[in-house]
């Protein structure tokens, strides 16, 4: 109920909200603080002790903006999100349903994540006849856990967890139904998915293969949620291309792009990546390298 009452409010004054949060998390509680600093030192040593203070700092005024902005999923209009997150280039993503293709949609922990949901409003398809969807891990929490499946499915959205997400796919393509699914890859993978590991923000790091198995074994087009932030409350995102034919592509070739595009853009507004994730952890050693180290 409290959350309810908070979404209702409009955005400058949950703006406000966030102003308060952040120094009581970023000060006070100091949440992750110690890793989001490592983090940052570590991925950008060329850059001097302030400016890497203030990627800090932005990172977690950015970190309670995206609470807030996530609550406001609750009760928000189609308008305000249409003008709030606009996306570009949406004929990609259109030629491919077009083309009776369904497409895995890249995207990373990056801007306003949970926002990205909102691409149906700019489709000409209706997800009467497209099933528009994300990849999720369950939350321990049972309560959050149906609250934020609760907040994805406002953009009439499907939500596939992790585990069952391909046998889910290929149930859809039995039934006729091309798929567009968000897969967020930039997460530490499981200890048995340390293959593909490449220098990423100055880390060896491995990366999330299964998004591209998926992709190779349906035979999926593959494509890039290319999000920035515009002003505070306002993004952009662009839908890139990285491949129309997937199951012709080289070994870790659509991952590793991904992780490329996803880099340049972090490097970009480095304050925009979730920095309190754990991402180096595990050591890994360089066993696969890309084509671009």
């Known amino acids: 109920m409290f959350l309810h009452c908070m979404a ?4 400058p004054l949950l703006y406000c909200i966030s102003d308060v949060l952040y120094l009581f998390i970023y000060h006070i509680i100091r949440y992750r603080r110690k890793i ?3 983090n940052i030192d570590e991925a950008f040593p060329e850059k001097s002790e302030k400016e890497r203070r203030k990627i800090t700092k932005d990172f977690y005024r950015h970190f309670t903006d995206i609470f807030v902005e996530t609550i406001k999923l609750l009760h928000v209009s189609d308008e305000e999100m249409r003008r709030r997150i606009v996306f570009r280039n ?5 030629k491919s349903i ?8 890249y995207a990373g922990h990056f801007c306003n994540w949970e926002w990205l949901s909102s691409i149906t409003l700019w489709s000409r398809f209706s997800t009467d006849t497209i099933r ?14 149906r609250f934020f499946l609760e907040l994805r499915k406002r953009f ?14 290929i149930s859809a393509r039995r039934d006729n139904k091309i798929t567009v699914t968000g897969f967020i890859s930039d997460q530490r993978p499981g200890r048995n998915d340390n293959d593909n590991v490449i220098m990423f923000l100055n880390h060896y790091t491995a990366f999330i293969t299964g998004s591209e198995v998926i992709a190779k074994k349906m035979d999926m087009d593959v494509l890039f949620f290319d999000v920035r932030l515009i002003k505070r409350g306002y993004y952009e995102c662009n839908v890139h291309v990285i491949s129309r034919n997937a199951k012709d592509t080289a070994q ?23 920095w309190t994730h754990n991402r180096w952890s595990r050591n890994v050693s360089p066993k696969q390298t890309d084509q671009h180290e």
Not at 8 to 11: E, K, S, V, Y
Not at 90 to 94: A, K, R, V
């Open 8 to 11: 209702i409010l409009p955005l």
């Open 36 to 38: 989001a600093e490592k």
């Open 90 to 94: 949406m004929e990609e993503l259109d």
């Open 98 to 105: 077009e083309q009776g293709r369904s497409v895995v949609m």
């Open 132 to 145: 528009f969807g994300q990849v999720y891990r369950p939350l321990r929490n049972k309560w959050f856990d």
């Open 156 to 169: 009439n959205s499907h939500s596939y967890p992790m585990k069952t997400v391909l046998r889910d796919l």
């Open 252 to 274: 870790y070739e659509l991952t590793n792009c991904y992780a490329r595009l996803l880099e340049k853009r972090i490097q970009e507004q480095p304050a925009m990546w979730l």
